[in-house]
């Protein structure tokens, strides 16, 4: 019989953390030696690879699908770790994935789908992710302000030197009549064209264009785009502000295409 049909509690101790089992390599370097003497970097590799049989991916894959599985399976039982979001939350209301994450924790018997308990196997992994968090992560409370950070095409590896390029510029826009700003707009992502201040008593910018993105780096990437053109920023309030919010979209798009080289190949 194979041994994941006898249930966890019946082979491990199921008020230990998964993995507990594991030897340190006398060796030295790969740290850990499974039941079956294959060797790992470390205890979240043990699960994610050996235990799941997913690919490790590059560092920053790797941390960020084993804090999105700490955050989940954290979210489902909030016994062992305390978190504030819904599952919902976690997987940005994407129907589809939630669907199939469902269906895979189910399947490797982690826990019964999103809307039921985990199992004592997923309990143990639970408790064994919450145990080997990075320093980097280990400041911040699981759940989104953990898992937020590595969404995106970059994964979170340039936002500092985004944030320093941005900085520099936000002080220069103060100055505009009007200017773009960075700004979540419900659950999404999104870029506001505030316009210049108006009213007699306490004058307030009005909102003259929004956009909202998916992720924070494809908000980014098109607010990169804009802070290079800041010398047009005037122009586009003056359109925006006289023609409307749609005039100003349409008028970036064929600017933003004219860019682009045509590959014909």
Not at 31 to 53: A, P, Q, T
Not at 82 to 110: C, M, P, Q, T, V
Not at 138 to 158: E, K, N, S
Request: charged letters at 25%.
């Amino acid at each position: 019989m194979d041994q994941h049909e006898i249930p966890y509690e019946k082979r491990r101790n199921p008020n230990l953390p998964f993995g507990y089992w594991c030897i340190a390599d006398p060796d030295g370097y790969p740290h850990l030696i499974d039941e079956h003497g294959r060797r790992w970097s470390c205890l979240r590799e043990y699960i994610w690879c050996g235990r799941l049989g997913m690919a490790r991916g590059s560092n920053w894959e790797f941390t960020a699908t084993t804090e999105f599985l700490l955050a989940v399976l954290a979210a489902i039982d909030r016994r062992v770790v305390h978190i504030e979001e819904r599952i919902n939350d976690l997987f940005g209301g994407a129907w589809d994935g939630e669907r199939h994450y469902a269906s895979w924790l189910e399947g490797h018997k982690l826990a019964e789908g999103l809307a039921g308990d985990l199992t004592p196997e997923g309990r143990a992994i639970l408790v064994a992710l919450a145990s080997t968090r990075g320093a980097e992560a280990a400041p911040i409370p699981i759940g989104l302000p953990t898992v937020a950070p590595w969404r995106g095409f970059d994964g979170g590896d340039t936002q500092e030197e985004r944030k320093r390029a941005f900085k520099v510029n936000a002080a220069f826009a103060e100055n505009l009549p009007g200017r773009f700003i960075r700004e979540q707009i419900g659950r999404e992502w999104g870029i506001k064209l505030i316009g210049a201040p108006e009213g007699p008593n306490i004058p307030l910018g009005r909102v003259l264009w929004t956009m909202t993105f998916p992720d924070q780096y494809a908000r980014d990437r098109l607010f990169a785009w804009l802070v290079h053109r800041i010398d047009r920023w005037e122009a586009w309030t003056a359109l925006a502000s006289k023609h409307g919010a749609q005039a100003f979209t349409e008028h970036i798009l064929r600017l933003r295409f004219a860019d682009e080289t045509i590959d014909l190949g």
